[in-house]
């Protein structure tokens, strides 16, 4: 089973970016989508983006798409997640997700993934 730390978070003004970083333990990092969730307090876990195992097809939640990039260096094992012009909307703790099906199943099927401790993210107005 794949163990994920995720690193990153941090506080920031609103339009700023910031770069999500998730460290991937095991051998068999590049047979798992992967993708990145947030939850806001108060809010239920919500789906950001994911990626394919390959890297090449990408997933994105509306909220965030043309702002945030979502990529992977599987032979290093990460995950990153690219966030520019941030929102106070974005403060949210985010998660790193492994997922053996589809990525484009992630964002329903979250039940079954895999996750990390979480970093917070905090946009300021």
């Known amino acids: 089973q794949v163990q994920l730390v995720e690193s990153g978070g941090g506080l920031v003004q609103a339009g700023a970016s910031l770069r999500l970083s998730c460290a991937a333990s095991g051998r068999t990092f590049r047979n798992y989508a992967m993708g990145w969730f947030r939850q806001a307090p108060g809010k239920e876990r919500e789906f950001v983006a994911s990626i394919s195992r390959t890297g090449g097809s990408m997933d994105y939640a509306d909220s965030v798409k043309g702002r945030f990039t979502i990529s992977r260096d599987n032979p290093n094992n990460m995950v990153y997640l690219q966030m520019t012009s941030l929102k106070p909307e974005d403060t949210a703790v985010y998660y790193c997700?492994?997922?053996?099906?589809?990525?484009?199943?992630?964002?329903?099927?979250?039940?079954?993934?895999?996750w990390g401790q979480g970093t917070q993210v905090t946009v300021a107005s």
């Open positions: 997700a492994a997922y053996t099906g589809n990525y484009y199943d992630l964002g329903r099927n979250a039940d079954f993934a895999s």
